[in-house]
Every structure is written in structure tokens, then in C-alpha cells.
């Protein structure tokens, strides 16, 4: 391609070269990013047309919002595309985390056992669950804990899974992403055969599964293959990059239920609850996503190519088949960790002037760095990276609202570690 207008934002001759070289050899792999987006488009379009999804249901309602016809059908809508009997999608759910807690408390009752198979669940759900010491956590409240930890080679340990489940067992937590980890993220078919191990010993155990970026990365979602709910943050791929605020659970009806209770009030349910002026967001964003997923994915796969073949390890590796969009590449030292971060901040459509530095964040243990410079703060389906400064100073990569403007990133990041000679072309 005309490299003359990547010269204009500061990428190299070297750099645009090395790339093209990289790219030349992935077009096979994006069409088959693209034959899922197909899938996936369609499964979506089906839905919002087989629930008369209707110009009324963009305009929202204030106070109370009792027969909010936008906020009740984009539910509707959720349920039909996760093929579950129901869904809560609200702005009120106001993170990842949230979605998670609610639909945790919402099922687990004092002296019910909470297990996790999948070793350590994110960050985050450390102090919803109680594992570091929290008010009002599941802990406080008489909930206990379990977790089975992978195999070394990443696989799941049935064994001692079988081992973990007793008579308190009442929800399994299945995390779908890698988080900030270098395990691998699951399929849905490997999900679902540990979900068949689990419910063959203990049938009426609740299956939830954290669903956050994985949603479009396959054309199955893990409540295809025997999940009772699956959660994830609007601000991550079910919300295309258009949605403010916002997470879903889509899952049994007698689940749903009961997370509606939980969110707004027991006996109040999901009458309640004003979708304000976001409908219209939810519902583009959700009929994008499959797209601007597909663009996220192929920013990642370009990325543990182009990285792999400058020697640093990268997970997933440049050929491994993907579950979300995570992409985490080992740099080796924190002025790399940085140099890249300045990377993608330079990317940015916005603060792309700022530089992101390292700093100490309440609850971990180790300086954090951030690069982000997104329409909707902290959206992480807008392209970001971050990471916390520690062996092997590996940064997390994601997202990129276009492919076009992933592969300017990854570009970007590449020029200012060439800049500061912290590799060679
Ligand atoms: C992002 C994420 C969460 C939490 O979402 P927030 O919106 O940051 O609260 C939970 N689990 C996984 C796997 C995530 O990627």
C-alpha cells in the first residue's frame, strides 16, 4: 500500500515494510475472521428483526421507566443472539465487574460454595468473591470459595475438579479470557466439555460463564454449549465501541430472574430500571460488534506475528486459533513496556499527545502501565494496551474500533521502540 500518509503520523519506512511483510502472509487467516463476522452479523440482524425491533424502541424512557418497550426488546434481542431463555442488558449494570457480582449474589446464598475450575478468576473478582478481604463480599456473607488451579500445560484438571465438587457446590465460575494472565483463553468447545464433566456430577449446579471479550470471537458463545448465564461489560465487544455504560447477563430464565432482583429489588424485578438515552447506542453497538470484533482480532493476530518474528513470545502465539481479543506480548523490560504504550497512546484518535507512565494502583502489587486514548473512557474495545511493570514485562494488547486503526497502533508501538533503539530492523 501508499506508505506516504503512515509517513505523515510518524511510522517509518523500516517499520511500514516490516509490517507489509507480516500482513502479506495473514490474509488467509483474515478471511476466516471474516467468515465469522458473517455468521455473526446475521445471527444479530435475525434477532433484531424477529423482535420487531422498532424505531419507538431507540427513544428511551426517564424516571421509573415502566414499559420501556426499547430497554425490554434489546433484552429480548440479547436472549435470541446467546440462545438463551432471557437476558438482563442494562446501563445500570455499570461495569464488567458489576454484571459479574450481580449475577453471583443473585445465585449464591449462605453457605453455598462458589468453585472456579479455571484457577484464579480476575483481578477484580478477588474482593466481590471475598478472596482478598472486601466488605460486602460473597465471603461476608457466608459464601465459600474453591478454586482448582490448570494443569501446568493449561489444561483443565479434572481430577481434583471432581474432587472440589460437594454438597455445597452451587455455582461453577468459568472465566472464558485470559485476563491478565498468561494462560490460555478457552474455546467454546473446550468450555463446554468442562461444563458436560461438571453437570455430570452434580446436575443442578448453576454454570456461569465470564464472558467478557470473548463475545463474536467464535460462532458459538458458551450458553450454546450448557452455560446457565453468561456475562460481560458493554464497554468490551457486545457494545461496538458505540455503548457509554453498560453489561449484560443472558442466561435461564430462573437465573435472569433473580439477577433482576438482585439489581434493582427483590419484588421489583426488571420492570424498573430507565434505559435514559443509551438505546439507540446498545443497539447499533450490538449490531456493529461482530465487525469491529473481527477488526479487534485480526489487530491481534498482526500483532503476535509481527512481535514474533522480532523474537519476543507472544500469547496467543502468531498461529494459535483465538477465543478473545486479548493479545499479550512479553517485551522483556519495562522501557519497552513503556516505549510501546507511548505507541499506542500516539495511535490514539484522543489525548494522543499524552505519555503514559507507570503508576502504583490501589490493589496491586506492582505499578501499572496504561495506554488508551478512547471515545468512552476506559473502553477497552477501543484500542489499548496495559500492563503492570513485573517479569516478564508482558503488555496486554486489545481492541481497535476498525482493523485499520489496530494495525496504525501496532505500527506505532513498533516505530517508538525502534525510535529509542530498543530493537533492531
Ligand atoms: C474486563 C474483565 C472483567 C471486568 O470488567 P470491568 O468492566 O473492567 O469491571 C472481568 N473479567 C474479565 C475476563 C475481563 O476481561
Known amino acids: 500500500m501508499d506508505n506516504s500518509i503512515y509517513a505523515l503520523l510518524g511510522i517509518s519506512e523500516k517499520v511500514c515494510a516490516l509490517g507489509e511483510k507480516v500482513l502479506s502472509g495473514l490474509w488467509e487467516r483474515f478471511l476466516q475472521i471474516d467468515e465469522i463476522a458473517a455468521f455473526n452479523q446475521a445471527k444479530v440482524l435475525h434477532a433484531m428483526q424477529k423482535n420487531r425491533v422498532s424505531a419507538e424502541c431507540l427513544s ?11 430497554r425490554d426488546t434489546l433484552e429480548k434481542v440479547y436472549a435470541d443472539v446467546f440462545h438463551t431463555e432471557a437476558a438482563l442488558v442494562r446501563p445500570a449494570l455499570t461495569c464488567g465487574t458489576h454484571a459479574l457480582a450481580t449475577a453471583l449474589s443473585a445465585i449464591l446464598l449462605p453457605g453455598d460454595e462458589l468453585l472456579s475450575p479455571v484457577g484464579k478468576p480476575y483481578d477484580t473478582l478477588e474482593e466481590v468473591i471475598g478472596i482478598r478481604k472486601s466488605p460486602c463480599s460473597l465471603a461476608e456473607y457466608g459464601v465459600s470459595y474453591r478454586q482448582v488451579d490448570l494443569l501446568p500445560d493449561g489444561g483443565f484438571d479434572y481430577d481434583n475438579i471432581a474432587k472440589a465438587i460437594n454438597e455445597k457446590t452451587k455455582l461453577v465460575t468459568i472465566q472464558r479470557s485470559k485476563g491478565y494472565q498468561m494462560r490460555p483463553s478457552f474455546s467454546v468447545g473446550s468450555i463446554g466439555e468442562l461444563i458436560a464433566f ?5 446436575p443442578e449446579v448453576t454454570v456461569m460463564v465470564d464472558n467478557c471479550y470473548g463475545e463474536f470471537t467464535e460462532k458459538l458463545e458458551p450458553s450454546d454449549v450448557g452455560a446457565d448465564m453468561v456475562v460481560g461489560s458493554l464497554i468490551k465487544n457486545p457494545g461496538g465501541g458505540l455503548a457509554p455504560i453498560g453489561g449484560y447477563i443472558a442466561g435461564k430464565q430462573k437465573c435472569i430472574d433473580r439477577c433482576h432482583y438482585r439489581l434493582t429489588a427483590p419484588g421489583i424485578g426488571q420492570d424498573v430500571g430507565a434505559s435514559l438515552s443509551v438505546m439507540v447506542n446498545l443497539y447499533q453497538g450490538f449490531f456493529l460488534s461482530p465487525n469491529v470484533t473481527a477488526g479487534a482480532l485480526k489487530g491481534a493476530i498482526f500483532a503476535a506475528n509481527l512481535y514474533e518474528s522480532l523474537g519476543f513470545r507472544c500469547v496467543p502465539d502468531a498461529n ?12 522483556g523490560s519495562r522501557e519497552r513496556m513503556e516505549a510501546f504504550c507511548l505507541g499506542i497512546q500516539s495511535a490514539a484518535p484522543i489525548d494522543s499527545f499524552v505519555t503514559p507512565v507507570p503508576y502504583p494502583i490501589p490493589g496491586y502489587s506492582d505499578e501499572v502501565i496504561m495506554a488508551a486514548g478512547a471515545f468512552v473512557q476506559g ?3 477501543e484500542l489499548s494496551a496495559d ?10 494488547f486489545q481492541g481497535g474500533l476498525t482493523w485499520h486503526h489496530a494495525k496504525i497502533g501496532i505500527l506505532m508501538s513498533l516505530q517508538k521502540l525502534y525510535e529509542r533503539g530498543l530493537i533492531s530492523l
Open 60 to 70: 428511551g424512557t426517564p424516571g421509573y421507566g415502566h414499559d420501556d418497550k426499547g
Open 198 to 202: 461438571v453437570k455430570n456430577i452434580k
Open 320 to 331: 494459535e486459533s483465538r477465543h478473545d481479543i486479548i493479545q499479550s506480548i512479553e517485551l
Open 379 to 381: 473502553s477497552s474495545i
Open 387 to 396: 500492563g503492570p511493570i513485573k517479569e516478564p514485562y508482558a503488555i496486554y
